[in-house]
């Protein structure tokens, strides 16, 4: 079992940052896939990045170069660094566990095991 939770949402206004944070517990962390999905209203659940164990990390192409992922094994914590936000990225924000090898990080079929989310809105 994995227990997820993350923190840092807020309100920012349009070209700001935020970092969200998710601290896992229950299980060896730095042995698994970590990803950030987003769901806005009416809107299915969307991948926005991941990163697996050896530091490969994917992106969703609207995110590229304004979000990074990261992870710190020791704190057994993943983070998203979001800069130059825009209206469109309001979302709820989770993040995920996925503990089966080669499993496919754009797939929220693949994971396990999601946070409650947090909730980030970006003024215009």
């Known amino acids: 079992q994995v227990q997820l939770v993350e923190s840092g949402g807020g309100l920012v206004q349009a070209g700001g940052s935020l970092r969200l944070s998710c601290v896992a517990s229950?299980?060896?962390?730095?042995?698994?896939?970590m990803g950030w999905f987003r769901q806005a209203p009416g809107k299915e659940r969307e991948f926005v990045a991941a990163?697996?164990?050896?530091?490969?990390?994917y992106y969703v192409d609207s995110v590229k170069g304004r979000f990074t992922i990261s992870r710190d094994n020791a704190k057994n914590t993943v983070y998203l660094q979001m800069n130059s936000l825009r209206p469109e990225d309001t979302a709820v924000y989770y993040c995920?566990?996925?503990?089966?090898?080669?499993?496919?990080?754009?797939?929220?079929?693949?994971?396990?095991?999601w946070g409650q989310g947090t909730q980030v809105t970006v003024s215009s």
């Open positions: 995920a566990c996925a503990t089966k090898m080669f499993a496919a990080a754009r797939s929220p079929d693949s994971y396990d095991y």
């Open positions: 990163i697996r164990v050896g530091g490969s990390m």
């Open positions: 229950g299980r060896t962390f730095s042995n698994y896939l």
